[in-house]
């Protein structure tokens, strides 16, 4: 499995960038995609997730701001990310998982992990 993350990058308070991950090497039918941050000093925190099924799950600091979606066709999942605050700096990183309860979208089946992408958002 291998996923690729681009799209960050320094954007100031406000602003707006889009994720992309693209993903390779499997072909399962029930699996979660998800975003997660870690801002220096702190714990890796969920963003948002989309199970295979489409259905979609937010952070409630980004709920309204942040917009995940995915391209089946080119095996690709989007963050799109609006309103950026400085809170949001962080690497982003993709993830995936796989297998039966993969559609439960839980924190401890994501077993496979991009490099990471990094937004800066300044004031």
């Known amino acids: 499995v291998q996923l690729v993350e681009s799209g960050g990058g320094s954007v100031q308070a406000g602003g707006s960038l889009r994720l992309s991950c693209a993903a390779s090497?499997?072909?399962?039918?029930?699996?979660?995609m998800g975003w997660f941050r870690q801002a220096p000093g702190k714990e890796r925190e969920g963003v948002a997730t989309?199970?295979?099924?489409?259905?979609?799950s937010y952070a409630d600091s980004v709920k309204g701001r942040f917009t995940i979606s995915k391209d089946n066709a080119k095996n690709t999942v989007y963050l799109q990310m609006n309103s950026l605050k400085p809170e949001d700096t962080a690497m982003y990183y993709c993830?995936?998982?796989?297998?039966?309860?993969?559609?439960?979208?839980?924190?401890?089946?994501?077993?496979?992990w991009g490099q990471g992408t990094q937004v800066t958002v300044s004031s």
């Open positions: 993830a995936v998982a796989l297998g039966w309860s993969a559609s439960y979208c839980r924190k401890v089946d994501f077993g496979y």
């Open positions: 090497g499997f072909s399962y039918s029930t699996y979660c």
């Open positions: 989309i199970n295979s099924d489409g259905s979609t």
